[in-house]
């Protein structure tokens, strides 16, 4: 056996704790568990990089001798825990996927039902009670709307915005069309509500900020949209810490010119799908996000706004309207919205025929 060999841990292996509180390893892509003891972590540790046995005989504290090295080495390829490499292997999964995202799928796809005693459901509605003004929004009343093949088909991402305010009337109807609560689904207590969008088990976790910087007839400030009573909840001026958030996770994520006059912050309160499903929660929220995200889109669209949604998250939350919240929301990603720009989206080119 040559020791020119060279290995290196598998990158898809993450530590965790057993069921006996002993530490084991997963394989995230092959969903396999491995005992993890210390000598083996130290091991492991050694190849971050490409190394041969005899790399490893010098640089372990229990190796045994390049030979036996060696064959242990072979014995962790054939099980999985390390692979075989090139000497300028580069750590790189071949398909892009981190460990934690494989994870995360592969724990979505054996998940269900809770499978417990539910108890009583987290509310579907978030009051903010240290709201400084409640501004009830018009009806969308009789705003045009076109046929949805329409309005499918001219969807846009737009990052270019007008000059101008937005009428407070067309976020009124913005938001009325695309998030507003329809009503009630039974039983009651299950806290489940029909909206313009789906959600796994209608349980609706996700939440509408809107940061106003340039609305005609509303303040400039963060304020939460209540789909119930179709209400902004002013929870604070526009400020630095304001202009410092939007220029994060939406101007520079979509690489605009300028900020737009509105944002939307996205989150979710997880624990209301926590309440029914069982290892799905984040695969359902992110779900729940695209199709929030879609229907936005189309209802700026048809609206006649310019619409761009945005994938950057917040992982910390910092929004400093939200520190109160910090335990029980999630940022899950966002949008901007404006009046369209003099300069209309880049062309579509056509789709070529087949050769």
């Not at 959600?199 to 119930?228: C, K, M, N, Q, T």
């Not at 929660?281 to 929030?292: F, K, N, S």
Request: one cysteine or more.
């Amino acid at each position: 056996m040559s020791d020119r060999r060279y290995y290196r841990r598998n990158p898809d292996l993450i530590p965790e704790w057993g069921a006996d509180s002993g530490m084991v390893l997963r394989d995230c892509r092959q969903w396999r568990v491995f005992s993890a003891r210390p000598s083996l972590l130290a091991l492991l540790a050694l190849l971050d990089r490409p190394r041969t046995a005899e790399d490893l005989h010098g640089l372990w504290d229990e190796s045994p001798g390049p030979g036996p090295v060696a064959a242990l080495l072979e014995k962790l390829a054939d099980a999985g825990i390390v692979r075989h490499c090139p000497p300028d292997d580069k750590d790189e999964a071949a398909d892009g996927w981190s460990p934690y995202e494989l994870a995360v799928h592969r724990q979505a796809g054996s998940a269900g039902l809770t499978g417990r005693d539910l108890g009583a459901s987290p509310p579907a509605r978030l009051r903010h009670g240290e709201a400084t003004a409640t501004i009830p929004l018009p009806g969308a009343g009789g705003a045009d709307s076109r046929p949805l093949a329409t309005v499918l088909a001219e969807r846009r991402t737009i990052r270019g915005y007008a000059p101008h305010p937005v009428p407070l009337s067309s976020l009124a109807a913005f938001l009325e069309r695309a998030a507003r609560v329809r009503g009630h689904l039974p039983p009651l207590a299950y806290q489940q509500t029909q909206r313009p969008t789906p959600s796994g088990g209608a349980r609706h976790s996700l939440e509408i900020h809107v940061l106003a910087r340039d609305v005609d007839g509303l303040e400039p400030g963060a304020y939460h949209y209540d789909p119930f009573g179709h209400v902004l909840d002013r929870l604070a001026p526009w400020d630095d810490g304001l202009t410092a958030l939007q220029q994060r996770f939406v101007v520079a994520p979509t690489g605009m010119d300028a900020p737009p006059p509105i944002s939307l912050y996205l989150t979710s309160c997880a624990e209301r799908t926590a309440w029914k499903y069982s290892r799905l929660v984040l695969a359902l929220i992110y779900r729940d996000t695209g199709c929030l995200l879609q229907t936005l889109c189309l209802t700026a669209t048809d609206l006649g706004l310019a619409a761009c949604p945005v994938g950057a998250v917040d992982a910390s939350l910092s929004a400093p309207f939200l520190a109160p919240y910090r335990d029980r929301l999630m940022h899950v990603g966002g949008l901007a919205l404006g009046l369209p720009g003099a300069d209309p989206p880049p062309a579509v080119i056509p789709l070529m025929p087949d050769p």
